[in-house]
């Protein structure tokens, strides 16, 4: 009966809660940009006063970045369920801005493909999807006068920005922010009707590589078929971080990389999508990876090596016959089940270092370092959470793998101790980071009856052995 009271306040109140994320999504808190800090700062504010008309002790913390909203809600009873939220305000930059149909700032209602979107930076990716979860808080309060699981909200504003802070602010407040298991809410729906809950995401290496040659740039003319060109060397090692069946050559690159069970790998044929459909709405057709595997391997369950960028020599219009003095090239690294991040940044420098002529030099710089999470696909957590959201769309919940990287879901794990839910209602049309990101209008709706649900069904979740 309180479940239902909740989804019909949800319903009628929908526009309010539009209204609401209109509001949020006008504040441009870009987190990577410095010429918006206080707009993030603002943005911050806006959430701890809006969560204080909900009744949550709430405060704005101070880090050395951008400010983390921390917001605590008691549950019915002191032998409740409590749970720790996390989301984060912060977006992406808008550019390249000639892009965008309209203000990326202006949220507006929209018609597209015959359903109706929020369009705006941020509306999916993480403040509608955010946002979510925060109504359903909201509709059991009006509706209840309480929420039927103890609740602590982290609100992040750092996290397209590498979140710099978090950590140092997770093992400072370890426990303030402990609880029975975390909620993540800033991952996608399998289909428009089809629901999705993450198990495994990988993790992530980035690494930066300067090659140094001569000591300045030389005239290709004097100086060519003697001189060392940084660029041939750098594409040379590049060229070498893959086999011919596509594995990834550095030594002890596949230690702790462990095979997906034979009955997942079962499951995901089910989905059926192949390679080639999954490519061809990008123009290609033909898998680049590992030779022998499905999709789902490639993209959810194996590890990867990827050249994110290369510079050298002249780039400006028109010719310059030039050996440039350096090259560079950034590179990053998916990462599976028990790779560690760190050992494999020592293998790759080796294998670089092996590879650099005596007369040059080259430099690192690394960008980040996060082992993947893979969490049980029998745990008693999901499948409460699965059948919760059954009620709601009309096909079951299909238990994915992400190729992305969610680091706070590690932290999670390894510094408070909490398995997570992974539970998002984006669509793999939404365009985050990129211009016109929208929201489904339904995505917004139906997200928020889905974490009632979730929210009541966990009110009386009670884990074996816990």
């Known amino acids: 009966m309180m479940l239902s009271k909740v989804l019909t306040r949800l319903d009628a109140s929908f526009g309010e809660s539009l209204e609401r994320l209109f509001e949020l999504l006008r504040h441009k808190s870009i987190s990577m940009d410095s010429a918006f800090r206080e707009d993030c700062r603002k943005t911050a504010d806006w ?24 917001a605590h809600h008691d549950g019915p009873n002191a032998d409740a369920l409590h749970v720790l939220f996390y989301g984060h305000y912060d977006v992406q930059p808008v550019d390249p801005l000639a892009l965008w149909e309209d203000d990326p700032f202006d949220p507006k209602i929209k018609e597209l493909n015959g359903h109706k979107v929020i369009s705006a930076r941020g509306a ?17 309060k009006q509706e209840t006068g309480q929420l039927p699981v103890g609740v602590t909200l982290l609100l992040e504003g750092e996290e397209e920005s590498g979140s710099p802070s978090l950590y140092p602010f ?6 303030e922010l402990k609880a029975d298991y975390a909620l993540v809410c800033d991952t996608s729906m399998w289909h428009r009707n089809t629901p999705s809950i993450s198990v495994g995401l990988r993790g992530l290496l980035g690494e930066e590589v300067i090659v140094n040659a001569a000591s300045r740039d030389l005239h290709s003319g004097y100086y060519g078929g003697a001189a060392a060109n940084p660029i041939h060397i750098l594409v040379r090692i590049l060229a070498d971080l893959h086999d011919k069946n596509g594995r990834v050559t550095i030594l002890g690159f596949y230690e702790g990389v462990e095979e997906t069970p034979e009955q997942i790998l079962s499951a995901w044929k089910t989905l059926g999508l192949g390679a080639g459909g999954f490519l061809r709405s990008v123009g290609l057709s033909l898998p680049a990876g590992e030779k022998g595997r499905s999709l789902f391997e490639l993209v959810w369950a194996r590890p990867t090596a990827e050249v994110n960028g290369i510079s050298g020599g002249y780039e400006g219009d028109g010719f310059k016959t030039v050996i440039a003095a350096k090259a560079s090239a950034k590179v990053s690294f998916r990462l ?16 670089v270092r092996s590879r650099i002529p005596a007369d040059c030099t080259v430099e690192f710089h690394d960008h980040g370092a996060s082992p993947a999470i893979q969490l049980p696909f029998d745990s008693p957590l999901i499948a409460c959470a699965k059948t919760a959201l059954l009620k709601e769309w009309p096909n079951p919940a299909v238990l994915v793998a992400m190729g992305g990287s969610i680091p706070v879901v590690g932290h999670f794990q390894s510094l408070l101790g909490m398995e997570c839910l992974l539970v998002g209602f984006a669509l793999d049309d939404d365009c985050i980071h990129s211009p016109n990101e929208k929201y489904d209008v339904n995505s917004f709706h139906k997200g928020q009856r889905s974490w009632a649900r979730i929210l009541a069904a966990l009110s009386s979740f009670s884990e074996p052995g816990k």
Request: charged share 30%; aromatic share 8%.
């Open 47 to 70: 959430l701890t006063e809006d969560l204080k008309t909900i009744g949550f002790d709430v405060s704005c913390r101070d880090t050395i970045g951008h400010p983390v909203v921390v």
């Open 124 to 140: 999916s990716d993480d403040k509608g999807q955010m946002m979510t979860f925060i109504e359903a808080l909201r509709a059991y």
């Open 170 to 175: 997770l093992e400072a407040h370890a426990d």
């Open 336 to 351: 599976v089940h028990k790779q560690d991040p760190l050992k494999i940044r020592e293998a790759f420098r080796a294998f």
